[in-house]
């Protein structure tokens, strides 16, 4: 079979990166902050403050990722790529279900199409394998295994993220019928017992 | 794999790796034996080249899925960054989201 020659996707701009701390810095900040400890917690506030767009610099990525993704399973062909951008469409409203997603919601509903996608390309990819060195069957069967474990993971972190908005949502409520029953303002009672909160809705796109 | 050399005499000899059992085997000298070293050089040759095309032709499929792959490992780790902000802690890995003590 004949090497296939597959797009390379385009270099996101060095200005794009700049609105993305260093990723080693922005993992031990994320690491620190899950240790429990409040100092861990104060520099990823810190980190999120000074990146302010990177909720939108991450869609932004994501989207591109998508699109390099169409791309390559479509190979050239329009209509083809017509019925995989309505798939992906269809996909993420399935996914929304219904609902105004919020920034994170859209961040792993873009990263579960993302992912979705590419265990389709990795699919192909190895599908259109011939009589191959025993190092690239070797090597698609890896690429389409860890893109099924990535397709997994997205799903389940999607899932999780919202098992964690039920409980806010029950936190929140809890202090709105609280603000009723003291006849105070619910931003007020929501930021002196639950200050973290308040900080989320600032940091968080 | 290669030439020995004794008493003034070249000697090629032909190793080989069968499911992690070396075995030699003795090509003998003069023509012969340069015959089958010229035909081992080749194979090799041939061998080397395969593998440089094989690393070049997975670098080329993997450049369209690393994309992806940054994209989502930004996207874990922002999530994982709001999850400590709303006062949850990751467990066994991630497969559970604990409330903080206090939280």
Known sequence: MAVEIVKEPEQESSSEADHRPDRELFDEAVAAANGGDAEGLERLEELLSQFPQIWQQVGDLNQHAIRTLVTLLAAGNVLAQQSILKSVEQLTDDLSEGNLPSVPEQLLIGGVVCSWLEVQLAINQSAGLGDESLVRSRFHLKLRDSSRRRFESAVRSLQQYRIREVELARIKEKVAAEAEAQQADYAQVLRTEYPWLDRRAQLVG | ?103
């Open chain 2, 1 to 103: 794999m290669g030439w020995k050399e004794s008493n003034g005499r070249r000697y090629y000899y032909r190793s080989t790796n069968t499911e992690g059992t070396i075995s030699t085997q003795y090509c003998g000298s003069g023509m012969a034996a340069e015959a089958a070293a010229m035909g081992d050089n080749q194979r090799r040759l041939h061998r080397q080249s395969q593998y440089a095309e094989d690393l070049q032709y997975i670098s080329h499929v993997s450049e369209g899925h690393s994309v992806a792959l940054d994209a989502q490992w930004w996207i874990e780790r922002l999530v994982r960054a709001d999850a400590c902000l709303s006062g949850f802690l990751r467990h066994n890995r991630g497969s559970e989201w604990r409330r903080r003590h206090g939280s």
